[in-house]
């Protein structure tokens, strides 16, 4: 059974238990009268029964008020002066520990430990006024045998009301955190294919801009494609830091963009320019990749290319080699340092990103200097060499 189907069975078993409950202290009530019990005796335990049925149902919205009024008809109970009565022989007195678990499930455990001790003196006085009306030739280890009994009863459903509490709290934080985790991933997934697409987009059209707007011969169309370089480059920047709000990129890859080995000799000739001559070259025969080695091969070259256009003032020759191996293939895109390097403001988390990604497919990332810039170099490996 769901926890919506029980749920949805939870008020008609109430009902039902009110009623059952609820007659059978009818009959108790009605064999006490047979016995000699007075009306007035008989008057003020169905009142104490009726205090007990409404505590129960208010301790559902208000568990300490249900409390209260369910310790309130114990009390009458238990000073009620029956020859030889005891407030468990009402079936109704069942609903004072029903209040006390519904108690110790909604309040802060140290409020739940006040309501034990206010049920263990119940019992203590229950035991105290029992034993001043003990007829004469009952042993009086008959009164500590009804108190103990009642305190582990008591004792029981609070120790089991507590327990229950704790699984479902363990149950709810364990939900919050896959759930937190789910988001985070969900960030560094949209994240990562933010910057890896429109970051690289954005880059490549502000070079392609600033090669155009030096190789025009007319002032005003250098000066207007100019304005529109900065303003790629700001629109840059700005994306830059909306994804920094989304987090750091480092969540595992899960669902990738439709992408491959073939797709790189377009995305290396989308990238150059009159000013900035990137070639690719591949040497060895191909062989197969998985997914993410696939997706972390393309993801750093577009990388290397993004980095090298961004940060370079132009001139500015960049080469991707792919070099394949049984066991593996080296992804290396190289850069001459251009002209110079220019200031763009701190460095960003692209190569972090693909770090992670060369990680997850089971490869390695390095940085290092060329023989004039810089060289990123990663090495991811085949089907075969797995």
Known sequence: MTAAQRRSTWPATTVAAHVVLAL???IVLAAARYFGADLWQILAAAGAAVLLHGG??????RPWAGYAIGALGMLVLVLLPFPGWSPVMLPSAVFFPLTLWRLTGQVPVRSSVLALAVAALGIVLNELVAWSRLPSGVPGWTRLSEGGLLMLVV???????LLVRRRHESRRRAESERLAAAVADERASIRRDLHDVIAHTVTVMVARIEAAAVTTADPATRSELGDIAE??????????AMLATLGPATAAPRGQAPISLDALPDLVASAASPLHAVTFAEAGERRPLSLSAEVAAVRTVQEGITNALRHLEPPVKVTVHLRWSPAEVTVEVRDDGGRARRDTGGQGTGLLG???RVRTAGGTLSIGAGDDGWVLRARLPTKEGV
Do not use: K, P, S
């Not at 129960?56 to 919205?61: H, I, P, Q, T």
């Not at 303003?231 to 830059?240: I, M, S, V």
């Open 155 to 161: 004792g029981g459903v609070w120790l089991a009301a």
């Open 24 to 26: 059978l202290t009818v």
């Open 56 to 61: 129960a149902v208010e301790a559902r919205r």
């Open 354 to 356: 693909i770090e992670e």
């Open 231 to 240: 303003a790629g480059r700001d629109a840059h920047q700005g994306l830059r």
